[in-house]
């Protein structure tokens, strides 16, 4: 995983704990974890979403990305690739997923990020596919799945959680030719 990516609006980047104060202000937004859980996140929470990503970014593999908007750098929450343990019937495979703060909905910027971590992704020749989960009323994050070129792959069931859950999926292929001429990731 690189340390950094840049998009024309968007910097993806290493979390660090001083992440720790802002994160607990975007997660405690009820919109923004009302999938899966309906609520915000405790400061506790955060925190350990924060140890973990951390954590995580050590050992090397796949971790999401601090987000954060280039011209203020403001964090704004997080896009990238992660290992989805929770949906065995998936693995072994990647996901790309994001999460970001309400006040930065609706401008096309989890697309972009996303567009970035895909590019990124795929540079790795280990990464043969990625898919996205969601759960199906999640409207917003099914269409940023399709925008991306995705395809459905399953509608499925959360295994713990009893959750309505829809799979999408790209394959490498399907990407190098889904990948618009002059992509908006910062090379
Ligand atoms: C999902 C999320 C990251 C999208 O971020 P974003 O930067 O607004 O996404 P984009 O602007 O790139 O694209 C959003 C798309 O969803 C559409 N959309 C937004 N709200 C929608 C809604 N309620 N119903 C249907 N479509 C919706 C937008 O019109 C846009 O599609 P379009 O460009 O084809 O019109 C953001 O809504 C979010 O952080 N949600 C809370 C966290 C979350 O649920 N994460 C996903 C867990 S699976």
């Known amino acids: 995983m690189v340390d ?17 104060g802002r994160l607990a202000e975007v997660f405690a937004k009820p919109e923004v974890w009302r999938f899966p859980f309906g ?35 403001r964090l704004i929450g997080y896009i990238g690739l992660s290992v989805p343990h929770f949906l065995p019937e998936v693995m072994p495979t990647v996901e790309i997923g994001w999460r970001l703060d309400p006040l930065a909905w609706g401008r096309g910027l989890a697309t972009e990020g996303a567009r970035a971590a895909l590019a990124h992704g795929f540079s790795s020749p280990d990464l043969h596919e990625v898919v996205s989960i969601y759960e199906p009323q999640n409207a917003a994050s099914g269409r940023v799945m399709m925008r991306l070129g995705m395809r459905f792959d399953r509608d499925t069931v959360h295994p713990t959680r009893g ?25």
């Open 163 to 187: 959750l309505a859950l829809r799979v999408y999926r790209l394959s490498r292929a399907e990407w190098e030719s889904t990948v618009p001429d002059g992509d908006d990731v910062a090379r």
């Open 39 to 73: 609520r915000g996140f405790s400061v506790e929470e955060t925190q350990a979403f924060l140890a973990y990503r951390i954590a995580e970014q050590a050992t090397g593999g796949w971790a999401d990305w601090a987000t954060e908007l280039r011209d203020s750098g």
């Open 4 to 20: 950094e990516l840049l998009t024309s609006r968007l910097r993806l980047r290493r979390w660090t704990q001083k992440d720790r």
